[in-house]
């Protein structure tokens, strides 16, 4: 009996494919994450949680529809998907094991900020548009390469690190620009990134725990709208707006960026940026930045009274 149940397991093992085999990884952390964090206890931030934690959120808001009001204005529909979301990440943000820079992580649930990247289009055409580095324009203005740039000069992360976030958002403007499909950017994403991960997996460094949350927000966003946009018969029916994945993608960068300005602001740029402040906190704008491109991809705001 033992061994026909080991064949059977064997067997039901062998019939995963790699994608189905990393949901169930994904949950399993996800749900581990729950249980410990329901006896009050800390949980230790890495890439993967982050990652994991980002499309929980997503889930949070397009799966429970039905919490929001729809007779209402633009702006009074906004306000409550950001404080649906801030809530919910809030809660999750409390139980990880990090003694956190407060006003960096904050800053990230700014209503007007938040409101700004739930503007998908500016959010793309800026970010993909051309550099203003020569403007001396990190933030708002500057293109997504340009804060990149950023992150380099601030000694955030290394040149082997810029390196590699210039491949990969290379692959995302592609995208934008209709030159790379969903499907080919993710497996891009996931091709560089498993690259890395090879020799880099040290998350005690700022720069390896920056880079690889980075490309985790990127990866899981990208693998959400592919389940549950992309591929989705309901959806596909109908004209499936361009390129929406990439403003996760810039929403995380941006949260990183002006996490490293406030630590400059309190603490002056020759002291180390708190790296796990800082991608706590880009994990709010990438989620929030998400979120609006999942309401455009899903057409929500089409069904406002």
């Known amino acids: 009996m033992e061994t026909n149940l080991n064949i059977k397991s064997e067997s039901m093992l062998n019939k995963l494919n790699f994608r ?16 410990v964090s329901s006896f009050g206890q ?3 931030i890495t890439p993967t949680l982050i990652g994991s934690i980002h499309n929980k959120a997503l889930d949070n808001i397009f799966k429970n529809e039905s919490s929001f009001n729809f007779n209402s204005t633009e702006e009074e529909f906004k306000l409550q998907i950001i404080n649906h979301n801030n809530t919910f990440l809030k809660e999750k943000i409390e139980m990880l094991d990090i003694n956190p820079n ?13 409101l700004s990247l739930l503007n998908t289009d500016k959010l793309l055409s800026v970010n993909f548009g051309k550099s203003q580095k020569q403007k001396g324009k990190y933030l708002e203005e500057s ?7 950023f992150l380099f000069d601030s ?6 690190d810029k390196t590699t976030l210039y491949k990969i958002f290379q692959d995302y403007k592609d995208n934008y620009q209709g030159r790379l499909s969903e499907e080919e950017l993710l497996n891009k994403v996931n091709n560089i990134k498993s690259e890395y991960y090879r020799t880099n997996s040290d998350y005690s460094k700022t720069n390896i725990l920056v880079t690889l949350t980075i490309m985790e927000t990127c990866s899981n966003s990208l693998e959400w709208f592919d389940e549950n946009y992309y591929s989705n018969p309901i959806y596909t029916t109908n004209a499936v707006p361009v390129a929406v994945v990439g ?3 810039v929403g995380v960068v941006i949260g990183i960026a ?37 309401i455009k991809a899903l057409s929500w705001l089409t069904k406002l009274f």
């Open 143 to 149: 293109n997504i390469f340009d804060k990149i740039d």
């Open 258 to 294: 002006e996490g490293i300005v406030q630590s400059g602001i309190q603490n002056g740029t020759n002291v180390p940026v708190d790296g796990a402040s800082v991608v706590t906190g880009a994990l709010i704008s990438g989620v929030t930045s998400s979120i609006g491109a999942g």
């Open 155 to 160: 000694k955030v992360i290394l040149d082997t």
């Open 20 to 35: 189905s085999m990393k949901k169930v990884i994904l949950g399993l952390i996800a749900t581990v994450f729950i249980s």
């Open 42 to 44: 800390k949980t230790q």
């Open 102 to 114: 407060s006003t960096i992580i904050t800053q990230n649930y700014n209503i007007e900020k938040c």
């Open 247 to 249: 403003a996760d993608a």
